[in-house]
């Protein structure tokens, strides 16, 4: 941390607030660059203050949002999250690109939660609208919902979206930063800026002489920042799309890393949490008479939906938690799977009806009297089961409350503390930590909220609430069950009709209603992966129905899409081998987009594609996903074995548009085929008396290293947009993976996971 | 109360993580007289021998092989499962300097990662084996 003393005598000293007025005035004069001004709305659009101003100490200078520098060092601020995608490394080398200097010379904050570091493009990305669609109606509503995100302050991770959303905001920082020193260093020497260069966290100048940017802090504070600045092209690149160093690489292999379970304070207390394992209600009556007699336990505590257990370790908690006596009340939603999905079934009807936003040609005209290709798919409740359980820290003082926790929704934090204890939001310190992944689940705050009432209890003590791993598998948000309906058809070798009911809870209207508030309109998600791909069937609908919610869920990498592309694409294959015809070729007649088509086309050159037969008791599967704005081809090889079905080879080929850290993009592409294909072989939550049988990883595995085939992947830059890589591969792998089955035994498979049906090795 | 908590909130020892609580993730594995061991598992009071976490793995305050390879596979997403996946490849090192693939997939498969390192992790001990077949 940088924190530079705020020397009382130093802070009447005028100079300290003249740089504060300019910085502001740079600040509204550089929206224009990037939030780019519309609908006269320029009051929402502009950028909000800077909120590294408010602690400025005199002779430092913030010249951007994302940048501070003073005499002892400089600060980024990378306010999206790492929950272990690697995107905080990714953020400090798009700003170090253009200051040039060394970004392991830096220090990296994720900033306090402000408006500033609004994600503006995860509003825009959940919109009713073929993302391949640039029409002017999209474009316009793509926009407003970014405002609305604006508005509303949503400062969150995911969906994929930091690199899309922050690429040009942190490479223009860094550039503004650059400038700006080379000014106050040519102000100081009296020689033009234009003769200045910068390296290595110093301006040169044309003798060779050099001066270290902390040494120009107080003069740059003083000048007027320099905004109208080019981005330098990736010709220019010297370290963006090269192989680099993760930043955080050596501390994660040497065991330095801190992670948010890790937090010590002085006299910290711990706490367990035993909550109903049903959702939405509490208890009837307890007795903590057992509980209390365990030695270091301090309290128990009513908190919501249940009761915490405070201790002096965690161990301690953990037993006095499992050792309360509790009646539970009962949830008012169906107790076991078998009824949940009855609900769901039922839900499959015409006043259901939430969306349908593909319907080209006349697929009910096409389909009467035709041969009818039929199938019906579903997909299971899933846990995230990030390794790290969910934890936070909590310290509440008379007027502050400090939280120490690994986040992917800041600003919901900070709003819920200060609701909560009644100190202003300005009075709430948040510490974002490392995770040990998320997946989608630290999306939600309620591990948070549920800290904050445990520390409430005993104010004055930090106290550290750690969920038990059974903790953290009962009280996910799971990702919802799903399924699809379909009916197609073909003719003359070509696939010309394909219906797609599908069938879901409305993720939008649980997660949005819990963290912000509910979007209007239909809730894509139901739909996301299924109406939104690019391929040109003549006779082609998807229609969305929304489901009664049963138990609260959540977003799981690659919400919507994880579901409905192994619903399309397996569908399609049925399609296309009634068709008769290649799966390859024929995904690539229906497709004219050209980054889709290269895609596929880069994976059939990658794996000498020549068909589905590679073999006696092998098979070769394919499956092409528009997921997140990437378009993925995947091909997987499997081997019948007397031990199982084994995946030997996975090609994967995505276009993400710019890849600027290689090595961290490759990791990205096969952690989300991995995570899609392993949780797609054997697992699921499944319910009874209200709650998940599976209590632990022994029921819910997910990949082991042993299944685990060789990767071959290949990245394309040739998409008009930039998108992040954290979620697409998962969408295709399932569809690819049955696939393969299907050409190894004959046998489809049509829900999730397939271990129900298959053995694997 | 079992080794891993004594190590994490009695000493302040963070490299072994909680992940499972039940023998069935590794993370929290440590070296108890140089064999690994599921901390969660393991009652303070039957320990037997030396514990050695991840910092104290590299002789002399050198990195260990192992970590020298993670460093440059850039193996760890999140890393939380790290420090227990290379507690349970020194073991394996130690005791099978050539592993073959299947070796490595027995030895390595009781280490769960949610994040999907898996072919990283693989690429590393083979690195990491070889420079300490070199360096002998
Ligand atoms: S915490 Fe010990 S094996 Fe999982
Ligand atoms: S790197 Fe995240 S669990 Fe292994």
Redesign the interface.
Known sequence: MNEVSKDPKKANNGKADKPKVSRRKFLIGSAAVAGGVAFGAYFILRTPANPLLRDLGPGEAAITPFVKITETGITFIVPRAD????ILSTQAHLIAEELDIDPGTVTLDPGQPHPIYVNAKIASNSLPFQPLDEGFVPRTVRDLMETVARVSGAQFTGGSSSVADLHEKLRHAGAAARETLKTAAAGRYGIPAASLATENGEVVFPDGRRIAYTELAADAALVEPVTDVELRPPERWRKLGTVF??I????????????G??I?LPDML?AAVRANPGRGVSFDRYDDSVAREIRGVHVVVEVTDGLAVVAD????A?RAAAALDVDWQTPDYPASSEEMWRVLEDAHREDNIDSRLRDDGDVDEALDGADVVSAEYRAPFLAH?????LNATVLVEPDHVTVWTATQVPTAIRDAAAEMTGVGKENVTLHVL??????GRRLDHDYVVQAIEVAMSVPGTPVKT?W??EADMAHDFPRPFHMARARGAVSGGRVVACDIDTISPSLSASWFGRVFIVPPGPDTLIVWGAYDQPYAIPHYRVTGYKAPEVVPIGSWRSPGACSNSFFHEAFLSELIAAAGVDPLEERLRLISDPTSRRVLEAVGEMCSWNGPDIGAGRGRGIAFAHSHHVPVAEVVDVTVTDRGLRIDDVWIAADCGTVFDP??AE?QL??????GL?HAMNCELTYENYAPLQT???AF??????Q?P??HTKLLEQAPAVAGLGEPATAPAAPALADAIFAATGQRLREMPFNRFVDFA | ??LL?VL???L?I??P??????A??G?CTVHVGGSPVRSCQLPVGSVWSDVK???GLGAGGA?HPL?TA??EH??????????GQ?MQAADLLARNPNPSDAD???A???????????????AAIKAAAASMRGGE
Request: charged share 20%; proline share 3%.
């Open positions: 929950v272990g995608q690697g160093q993760r955080d690489i050596v501390a994660k292999s040497t065991g330095a890393q801190r992670y379970i890790d010590e711990y370790n965690t161990w301690r953990f089961a990030a390794l790290e359980p490392p995770a040990g992944g998320s997946f750690t038990s791993r090595v961290n990791a096969t952690g989300a085929a991995i995570w392993g632990n990883y022994h595995q997910g990949m082991r290293l042993y685990t060789r990767f | 109360m079992p908590w994490r909130d009695e302040g963070k490299e993580k909680y992940g499972c609580g039940i069935q993730c993370a976490t991840l910092s990195l970590q993670w460093i850039q193996v760890a997403q999140c890393g939380y499962c790290q420090s290379i490595i997939d027995a390595m498969s009781a280490n769960l990662c949610r994040c999907g390192a898996y072919p990283r992790i693989r």
